[in-house]
């Protein structure tokens, strides 16, 4: 039997990794996501919507990110726990439509809406 040997060009490897039209195709994906995102996402206050991007990230290989920064994209990526808010520097809290002010409120929690992992499962595939 024949032996063969073979030998991996890592640099090649890695070169090709970060080829512009690696990137470009990723960057493509990234934009239909990006999209998609903005399509579905809540329109309550638009800072969320306002706030979805994409950009390349500095690594060893090809890799792009979509992200959302507005302040309140956690919790609605993945949900908050019951929780008590207390006002931070007035005696109660009030707000439009409330029958009177009061010292604290038992919030129920946020459920999760996956709003980003869903559009990059929706949207992130192939061509």
């Known amino acids: 039997m024949a032996r063969a040997r073979f030998t991996a060009n890592r ?5 090709v990794g970060r080829a512009e039209f690696i990137f470009r195709e990723l960057e493509h994906r990234a934009d239909r996501i990006r999209f998609g995102l903005e399509a579905e996402a809540p329109e309550d206050t638009r800072e969320y919507k306002r706030k979805i991007g994409r950009d390349r990230v500095p690594a060893k290989t090809a890799t792009v990110r979509v992200t959302a920064r507005a302040r309140h994209s956690a919790v609605l990526e993945f949900g908050s726990r019951p929780h008590v808010i207390e006002p931070k520097t007035k005696k109660a809290l009030a707000w439009p439509g409330g029958r009177h002010p009061v010292q604290r409120v038992r919030h129920p929690g946020t459920p999760a809406l996956h709003l980003l992992r869903n ?7 192939g061509r």
């Open 119 to 125: 559009a990059a499962i929706k949207y992130g595939g």
């Open 11 to 15: 640099a090649g490897i890695a070169a």
